[in-house]
């Protein structure tokens, strides 16, 4: 089953913890990963990914420009709808607005169509209620969190897909 991770990166966070999810998902049995910029995609893969998750960095407390223009713009070609669908962010100020950004990622990917999922409470520590979000001057510290969500996300794929 495929999978992809999608993000916004111009200073290199949302890319990093990108691949961290990428990471996570490889540990599920039968998930093969990849990690795309949006300006990079490779459609063909992303049309057959039953799960995509999508990353962006927080600009004015909310997802930047690039992610919501792609959200209205080019996303469709992506075949999106019936698919699970996760985000996260990445952010300089643990109260910079995470989670407002997250929130808008899912509420697009539920007018698409999409199977929304983070895992929630349900699963125990980390608790990831919307998606993770990571701190700019701690990335590598939210390496298993991010891991562990890309590792839930494809679980839960493979069990629905
Ligand atoms: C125009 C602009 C606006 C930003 N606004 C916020 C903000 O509201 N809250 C916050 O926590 N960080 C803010 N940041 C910081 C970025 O979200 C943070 O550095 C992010 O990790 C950058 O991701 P990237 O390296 O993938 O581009 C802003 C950065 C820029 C350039």
Not at 98 to 118: A, F, K, N, Q
Request: include cysteine; hydrophobic fraction near 40%.
């Amino acid at each position: 089953m495929k999978a992809s991770v999608l993000y916004y990166s111009k200073t290199g966070h949302t890319k990093q913890m990108a691949e961290e999810i990428v990471k996570g998902m490889e540990k599920v049995e039968g998930v093969k990963a990849k990690a795309f910029s949006i300006d990079a995609i490779d459609e063909e893969w992303a049309q057959e990914s039953k799960c995509i998750i999508l990353g962006s960095p927080i600009y004015m407390a909310n997802v930047c420009t690039d992610i919501k223009a792609f959200l209205e713009k080019s996303s469709r070609k992506l075949n999106l709808p019936g698919k699970l669908g996760g985000a996260f962010a990445t952010v300089d100020y643990v109260h910079g607005g995470g989670e407002l950004g997250i929130r808008l990622m899912l509420d697009h990917m539920m007018v698409m169509g999409m199977l929304t999922y983070s895992g929630g409470g349900a699963k125990g520590k980390p608790v990831i209620h919307l998606g993770p979000v990571a701190v700019s001057d701690a990335l590598e510290s939210y390496n298993d969190t991010f891991q562990t969500y890309g590792q839930r996300m494809a679980e839960k794929a493979a069990e629905i897909f």
